[in-house]
T-cell receptor, first 114, second 110 residues
């Protein structure tokens, strides 16, 4: 079974530039998550989708971050304009619908803002 | 107070030793707990999950939950160099949302 795919793996941008990350979840998984993991910290949930609808985006900095999952499969996370403190790993994850289902993570997209 | 807390380490042990990892949590409303392992430059992978109190064993790994003290533990027996990684504890809230601790880095020396 193919895992959660993410791209690009690594990105370096200057502050105030924009960046976009793409995620393809495990086939059949209705729930998709974006987590932010700052170096030395645990992952923090940014946004959760159920199919193509947003379930929770309470921790998404909406002035600069946006995410979409238009057809209920792939998802894109965008940051514009980037700040230095956005340097982190952006982890996409997916699971089957409902509580108690295992959440599978991708390998992450590493962002450095200089 | 953070909802889930763990010592960042690093925790260094010789090969074959028992690794003992701990987390504390503050919200008693949710009783699903997970341990994830994260290798350098990789995503977290689920090791074990437990519900409510008690022990769960899977090979060399044992997870414990102590509701009275709001403490969750992971023990790794006969540790191997391949167990060197960061271990993340997590609490699952409603809707399959995970709150992670900060992670403990473990180094098993040959």
């Amino acid at each position: 079974e193919a895992g959660v795919a993410q791209s690009p793996r690594y990105k370096i941008i200057e502050k105030r530039q924009s960046v976009a990350f793409w995620c393809n979840p495990i086939s059949g998984h209705a729930t998709l998550y974006w987590y932010q993991q700052i170096l030395g910290q645990g992952p923090k949930l940014l946004i959760q989708f159920q199919n193509n609808g947003v379930v929770d985006d309470s921790q998404l900095p909406k002035d600069r971050f946006s995410a979409e999952r238009l057809k209920g499969v792939d998802s894109t996370l965008k940051i514009q304009p980037a700040k230095l403190e956005d340097s982190a790993v952006y982890l996409c994850a997916s699971s089957q619908q409902g509580s108690g289902n295992t959440i599978y993570f991708g390998e992450g997209s590493w962002l450095t803002v200089v | 107070q953070k909802e889930v807390e763990q010592d960042p380490g690093p925790l260094s042990v010789p090969e074959g030793a028992i690794v003992s990892l701990n987390c504390t949590y503050s919200n008693s409303a949710f009783q699903y707990f997970m341990w994830y392992r994260q290798y350098s430059r990789k995503g977290p992978e689920l090791l074990m999950y437990t519900y409510s109190s008690g022990n769960k064993e899977d090979g060399r790994f044992t997870a414990q939950v102590d509701k009275s003290s709001k403490y969750i533990s992971l023990f790794i027996r006969d540790s191997q160099p391949s167990d060197s990684a960061t271990y993340l504890c997590a609490q699952e809230a409603a809707g399959n949302k995970l709150t992670f601790g900060g992670g403990t880095r473990v180094l098993v020396k040959p």
